[in-house]
């Protein structure tokens, strides 16, 4: 591990490398200084967190479990599986609000957030890490990028997707692949810049595009969207179909003048951590 070398008024200097004791093993030929939470907002998902629980890595440093107010012992059961969780309990309701209380919650470095009902797979986590801490500020997981997948999305998820991810990408100059999917992470730096402030599902959106209007340095990797194992999703095509369509609407009217932005400049893995 060498420090980077960065020029200042045409000398070279020296950046200092954050000490080895602040390093965490990842993978035999990947260690990272920043310090990772993981946010899963869950409603009544207690026969699902065992599942999702067992993907998550070893090496994360916080868990934050967002509770909707659930009637069922999904907090116990999370207690159970790992003792250290931090346990939010959600005062407004739906998706958005629940993560917008569990990001606030969070003290590590890097936020990653995913679902509590077996759909997304924890595994995924060190790509969206790894991308991280080699530059980007936000990464999105994608159904459609060469490696990913999934084996819920229905004809009409897939057009209306579809449909919203091209109209986001043609007023913000984007090229997302995947707009609507809820396997995301980011910086906890930029949380000031994404400023949740909507309900439900349209989080993603909205997510996606205030990173894109701030012009943070936005990265795809593939993920593969798996069926609910237990229970019926809250998530209803057509009635959350408009309501991420009146976010984006929200969105430009707010900035008319949108058009593609120049990304963020990507820092040198040596300042986020990497080795």
């Not at 077996?118 to 890490?129: A, H, L, M, N, W």
């Not at 730096?189 to 595009?209: A, K, P, S, Y």
Request: aromatic fraction near 6%.
């Amino acid at each position: 591990m060498s420090p980077d070398i960065v020029k200042h008024n045409t000398k070279p200097s020296l950046r200092a490398m954050p000490p080895i004791e602040r390093f965490t093993p990842i993978t035999p030929h990947m260690a990272i200084s920043p310090t990772v939470s993981v946010v899963v907002p869950a409603m009544n998902e207690a026969e699902n967190l065992p599942h999702v629980f067992a993907t998550l890595p070893q090496w994360i440093d916080e868990i934050v479990l967002v509770d909707g107010n659930s009637v069922d012992d999904t907090v116990a059961v999370a207690k159970r599986l790992r003792p250290n969780v931090r346990i939010v309990n959600q005062t407004g309701k739906g998706k958005g609000n629940a993560l917008a209380a569990g990001f606030a919650a969070c003290t590590g470095d890097i936020i990653v957030m995913i679902d509590a009902d077996g759909s997304t797979d924890g595994r995924e986590i060190i790509q969206f890490v790894g991308a991280l801490v080699t530059g980007a500020d936000f990464v999105k997981g994608s159904r459609y990028a060469s490696g990913g997948g999934s084996d819920d999305l229905t004809f009409n998820r897939k057009l209306g997707n579809k449909v919203l991810t091209g109209l986001v990408n043609r007023i913000y100059g984007t090229s997302y692949s995947d707009l609507c999917y809820g396997y995301n992470a980011f910086w906890a730096r930029h949380l000031d810049v994404l400023n949740l402030d909507c309900d439900g599902f349209e989080v993603e959106t909205l997510m996606n595009i205030r990173a894109a209007k701030a012009g943070l340095k936005v990265h795809e990797v593939p993920s593969h969207e798996r069926n609910r194992i237990h229970g019926e999703s809250n998530l209803h095509a057509v009635r959350d179909g408009l309501r991420v369509l009146r976010t984006i609407i929200r969105e430009w009217r707010s900035d008319p003048t949108a058009t593609a932005l120049e990304p963020a400049a990507a820092t040198p893995a040596a300042d986020q951590g990497a080795a």
